[in-house]
């Protein structure tokens, strides 16, 4: 029994339902999201339950499931195949095939698992979200919603420094930075993907956008960076969701923020969304009719620990949980969820 944010509500009961994925092994720059989950937990417990934003989403009850010991142990085993890998990258030497097979196997592994939890939750009419974990973890979620909104599709928007459109990486064919590359060649009923914050990509990334004829849509830093300095960010909110089609996956990299926000994420790229922005973007795709079906928040990554400092630097997780919680508060105001909504504040 996790009660994050504090609140005890039976997994039953619960219409949020909350799959952690302690794994970071196809991280290609610097662990630690795999303690994310954790780290986001614990930070929940003092996040205020009445929101400025998006009121009291707790009412509908959130349930965080179970850490799973096989996962856990399935990152525990990769990451020291990973090493192995990069450790003959530098010595010059050639890896071992069976080092990138524990990887692969791995992730797919954790395909299956998310979606197999995800097809249960969607089939109980609940709201699911996968917490991780770097960002390969969440493709059985998008695989579920696929099935589930066959007929009409849905669209993305990936909140994200990276492009993450990556066909494998490292070798990897699960890697965190290719997990829309997978999503746009193997999901067709993903109509549209739009990717809002991205500054850290190659030219084969940039060629699948261009040539995605306009299924994907990239709304570079570079391009937010005229309407930010100008302080029209605000006005460009509904042209950025106007973009996706009626049902909505928020994909949110916590990387596509500030680094400021998230100091000690794999992948920080100076530049990114502010605070502000976000909770403007995702307000804007709360009361825009469409619907929010599924989400998932990655690479949310607490600082090294250090044993003579009882909780490290919970700064990361504090935005994560944050965020989280606003990000459950906005599903449900897109859904039009009785009862949830800003609260009324006393006009000055
Ligand atoms: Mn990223």
Redesign the pocket.
């Known amino acids: 029994m996790h009660d994050i944010f504090d609140i005890p509500s039976s997994e039953q009961n619960a219409f949020v339902q909350i799959l952690p994925m302690p794994f970071d092994a196809t991280t290609s720059y610097r662990p630690g999201a795999a303690k994310g989950p954790q780290a986001v937990l614990a930070a929940s417990r003092q996040v205020d339950l009445c929101d400025v934003d998006v009121g009291s989403p707790d009412k509908v009850g959130i349930h965080l499931d179970d850490f799973s010991e096989e996962v856990i142990e399935r990152n525990n085993q990769s990451r020291l195949a990973v090493h192995r890998i990069r450790e003959a990258k530098e010595n010059g030497s050639s890896s071992q095939q069976a080092d990138f097979d524990i990887v692969n196997e791995a992730t797919q592994k954790n395909n299956l698992f998310v979606y197999d939890w995800a097809k249960e939750i969607l089939k109980k009419k609940q709201f699911p979200i996968v917490l991780g974990g770097d960002?390969s973890v969440p493709w059985g979620l998008i695989k579920a919603c696929a099935e589930q909104y066959g007929n009409e599709g849905f669209g993305i928007l990936h909140i994200?420094?990276?492009c993450?459109l990556r066909n494998a990486y490292e070798g990897f064919e699960d890697s965190h930075a290719s997990i829309m590359y997978n999503v746009q060649s193997k999901i067709p009923q993903v109509k549209k993907l739009t990717q809002v914050g991205i500054r850290d990509f190659c030219e084969e990334e940039l060629d699948i956008v261009k040539g995605s004829n306009g299924r994907i849509t990239t709304f570079f830093d570079k391009q937010l960076r005229q309407f930010k300095l100008e302080g029209s960010f605000l006005k460009l909110c509904p042209q950025i969701i106007h973009t996706l089609p009626k049902n909505v996956y928020l994909s949110f990299?916590i990387?596509?923020l500030d680094p400021t926000l998230c100091p000690n994420t794999g992948?920080p790229v100076p530049g990114g969304l502010s605070f502000d922005e976000i909770i403007a973007l995702m307000e804007c795709l709360a009361l825009s009719g469409k619907i929010i079906v599924g989400m998932d928040l990655c690479?949310v990554s607490p600082p090294p620990h250090t044993p003579d400092d009882e909780w490290g630097d919970t700064w990361d997780a504090n935005v994560g949980a944050r965020i989280l919680y606003k990000m459950i508060g906005f599903a449900l105001i897109s859904q039009k969820t009785p009862g949830i909504q800003p609260p009324h504040l006393p006009a000055w």
């Open positions: 960002h994200d420094a990276h993450d990299d990387d596509g992948t690479e």
